[in-house]
């Protein structure tokens, strides 16, 4: 082609097709105008990424296997592989839930470069200063021992040749345990350097497949960062001391001082929290009067629990199969049925803002992602109950034995069962059995599981591990006062919030469990809460079916 005519060619917006080209969506992989940009992003549905035209990304879709003229431009939610339109068309897939490549593809993406940014900016760091710590200790440790055997040499020079067997029996000594000192850390700084050199390998790996823009390496990709983030145990030695004494040529080896024994303590590495959990957040005083800034009216006969997707709209469930996502002047946004048809036991938002919800009746955890439910998890012999999601992504759920003479927390990492939390150190049940939906679950920012177990008149707070931390009984004044706990929630100052709806109104605790105030605003039977971004409290009254937001900080 003749490049000026080539040069003549004016290129056209996909949409209007009459106005010169200036931005392009990744996502929808269309060229926009300036005027069409805005009506573009006008659908909410879908998450746009409109760059400049000269900044787009060309895509690298994969061949499909079985139709070799075809490329992979959806992707088969059920088989978890990407297919072309004739494959959706076939019998192959016919029922399973297909979506789009593009918006699948972003999601991957964004998931790399998390795991990327964290492996780059926390997690090599630590083991680099870990390396670093190593080899200080080490030079210490020469250090030290030095003195030692400068000690040994004074000592034996004061007790001359009466003594001389025991300096060289002490040096002897001294020697072996540096020895195995070093062998020691020597050992861990050979731990932590393998373990640095896998991680370059994987980050590198990410680095060429954000490059490479590869739909089915992005899609296959597996993120090993949660295998990191346990880090290596760290070895600690201590130095031994040696003590001398006057001379008796009767008791020579005695008073010539003993070696205390070889101490090699073994620190288990810390589990990095993941980096949305590692911020500190500004202090926030309690207001002496808290404010009701909003009251929402659900439509539900009766509220049972409330979870924000932002400061101004909430998901909520009642008495019926519906689920209501709802702004603050009452305005329904959207509403889903569940799967089954039956009423679901409890609600949580993640981090991804999809929506989970308990299933009992069917003994399911089920995933609400772009309208489309998937069930992630089935239960045998235990019924879930309420669930929560952590700052890690992690699923808290409540659950009760098929007899109801057992309970117990949960914690997944998507559909894999990690930590089963049941019984103190003494054996003992952590929580009340019988009764149906009866505990309320939340993670403080300290990472404290946080269970409102109104059975037991208790709020039970257990550390990540699940050793039991302390119980919360009620105001230590109101001793004739009954105290049932029902919604609980946690804000940014590690604040533990539990519905009293009895007496009507919220108890605030501070993390080790001590009473810090009360909240009332008039609340009528108070059930589910939960907290936003901002710290404001939201309360769903049971009889009222209202969702109230509080500001109390």
């Not at 909410?44 to 990424?49: C, Y």
């Not at 009466?162 to 050992?187: F, G, P, W, Y």
């Not at 926030?284 to 629990?305: M, Q, V, W």
């Not at 004739?480 to 919030?497: E, R, V």
């Amino acid at each position: 082609m003749d490049p000026f005519r080539r040069a003549q060619i004016i290129l056209l917006c996909d949409l209007c097709k009459t106005a010169h080209l200036q931005s392009h969506c990744e996502r929808c992989d269309i060229n926009l105008c300036q005027t069409c940009v805005g009506k573009h992003l006008s659908d909410s549905s879908i998450r746009h990424k409109v760059v400049p035209y000269k900044y787009r990304k060309s895509l690298n879709y994969s061949k499909c296997p079985d139709h070799a003229d075809e490329l992979c431009k959806h992707y088969c939610e059920k088989c978890d592989i990407p297919v072309c339109s004739t494959c959706v068309s076939s019998s192959k897939h016919e029922g399973h839930d297909i979506s789009d490549i593009l918006e699948k593809l972003s999601a991957k993406t964004e998931s790399l470069q998390k795991d990327l940014d964290e492996l780059e900016t926390r997690i090599y760091p630590r083991y680099e200063e870990m390396a670093s710590d190593v080899q200080t200790e080490k030079a210490e440790l020469e250090t030290n021992y030095g003195e030692l055997t400068t000690i040994a040499d004074q000592q034996g020079e004061i007790l001359h040749r009466e003594i001389t067997a025991i300096v060289n029996q002490r040096k002897s000594d001294i020697q072996e345990m540096k020895n195995k000192h070093l062998s020691t850390l020597n050992k861990n700084t050979n731990e932590i350097t393998q373990k640095m050199a896998e991680l370059k390998q994987i980050m590198s790996d990410l680095k060429s497949i954000l490059k490479s823009n590869d739909v089915s390496l992005t899609s296959t990709y597996q993120s090993r960062n949660s295998e990191f983030r346990t880090l290596p145990p760290k070895v600690r030695v201590t130095v031994p001391s040696l003590s001398v004494q006057k001379i008796n040529k009767d008791q020579l080896n005695e008073m010539f001082g003993s070696l205390s024994p070889l101490s090699i303590n073994i620190e288990h590495g810390d589990t990095m929290k993941s980096a949305e959990a590692v911020s500190s957040p500004p202090v926030k005083p309690l207001l002496d009067e808290p404010r009701l800034t909003a009251t929402i009216d659900t439509g539900y006969k009766y509220l049972f629990s409330v979870s924000c997707l932002s400061e101004d709209q909430v998901w909520t469930h009642g008495e019926n199969e519906t689920m209501k996502l709802l702004n603050l002047q009452s305005k329904l946004l959207t509403s889903i049925k569940t799967k089954s048809g039956n009423i679901p036991a409890d609600i949580a938002v993640t981090r991804d803002g999809d929506v989970v919800y308990t299933d009992p009746n069917k003994r399911t955890l089920n995933l609400i992602k772009n309208r489309k439910i998937q069930t992630v998890i089935t239960l045998q012999g235990w019924y879930p109950l309420t669930v929560c999601c952590t700052a890690s992504g992690d699923l808290l759920v409540t659950m009760i034995s098929d007899d109801e003479t057992q309970s117990k927390v949960v914690r997944y990492s998507g559909s894999t069962e990690k930590q089963s939390i049941q019984f103190d150190d003494q054996g003992r049940p952590l929580y009340s059995s019988g009764g149906y939906i009866n505990k309320y679950i939340s993670e403080n920012k300290n990472l404290d599981i946080c269970v409102a177990d109104r059975s037991a008149s208790a709020v039970v707070v257990v550390n990540q591990s699940g050793k039991l931390r302390f119980r919360y009984t009620g105001h230590p004044s109101n001793t004739k006062q009954s105290f049932k706990p029902a919604g609980i929630t946690t804000d940014s100052q590690s604040h533990i919030l539990t519905a009293d709806h009895v007496y009507n109104r919220i108890h605030i605790l501070d993390q080790d469990g001590q009473f810090l105030r009360y909240i009332h605003c008039d609340l009528e039977f108070p059930h589910g809460l939960c907290v936003d971004i901002r710290d404001n409290l939201f309360v769903a009254e049971y009889n009222t079916a209202k969702a109230k937001k509080i500001q109390y900080l």
